[in-house]
């Protein structure tokens, strides 16, 4: 893998209220993925425990806080808990479609009745059609949704998922929240952790691991995983006080 040698430049955000935290603020470190190196640059820093939004690269470099943790799964060690067997049993009828990363009406609306029910007063809940389609279409790098649909054939589910060098990234998921028993965000996991077996990949990339906050705590549910700390990539134990 060939990286361009030419300056990148990188840019941090302003203080922001922390949305996982309460009292806390955060700012990022962000850089474009732009340019001829832009699927090298984006293995690279994803690796590195960045993260992607649209042609953006970030992480977090909040003063005083290292709560956010770059998280993975290696899918080759990972074996599913009786829960999560469970589940994979009792959501045996779904059926999931690799698609184009295109943006649909049928999506967004999914999309958005996800975010009034668990992100009503985030920034996302305002996003409109047209933001959506950016989020899923604006993408430098090799992208594509996974689908998932009931017996019925009505959309569930939707993943954002980016292909890396070493595995997947999954980007952003949303669900139908009515039936809380259905857990399609830990079954979205699930599946992902296999199709990057399928793939013969090494890693699902989670995003960010907070210790603390219900939204982000469940990655750590699935086992065994990897946290990023000092720029290494080590196993996450819960019980040796890593936060």
């Known amino acids: 893998m060939t990286v361009s040698t030419s300056p990148r430049l990188f840019y941090t955000t302003s203080p922001m209220p922390c949305p996982y935290l309460p009292g806390r603020q955060e700012r990022k470190v962000m850089t474009e993925l732009t ?3 832009a699927v090298a640059l984006h293995d690279r820093l994803s690796q590195a425990g960045f993260r992607r939004s649209h042609a953006i690269a970030y992480a977090p470099v909040c003063a005083g806080c290292r709560a956010c943790v770059p998280i993975r799964i290696p899918v080759r060690q990972f074996v599913p808990d009786r829960t999560q067997r469970r589940l994979l049993r009792r959501q045996a009828g779904i059926t999931i479609m690799e698609v184009p990363p295109q943006a649909t009406a049928e ?5 958005r009745r996800y975010q009034a029910s668990r992100h009503e007063s985030g920034d996302m809940a305002q996003m409109s059609a047209s933001d959506y389609r950016a989020m899923v279409e604006d993408s430098p790098v090799a992208t594509s949704l996974l689908e998932y649909r009931d017996a019925g054939g009505t959309l569930v589910c939707v993943s954002l998922v980016d292909e890396l060098s070493d595995g997947l990234s999954a980007v952003y998921t949303f669900f139908e929240t009515a039936d809380p028993r259905a857990s399609f965000g830990t079954f979205s996991i699930l599946t992902l952790i296999e199709e990057t077996r399928r793939r013969n990949l090494a890693h699902l990339y989670l995003g960010y691991w907070v210790r603390g906050s219900d939204k982000m705590a469940y990655k750590s ?5 990897e946290i990023m700390r000092g720029g290494h990539w080590m196993p996450l134990s819960l019980t040796a006080g890593q936060s």
């Open 221 to 225: 549910r699935f086992r065994p995983a």
């Open 35 to 37: 340019g001829p190196d």
């Open 107 to 111: 999506q967004y609306e999914l999309f």
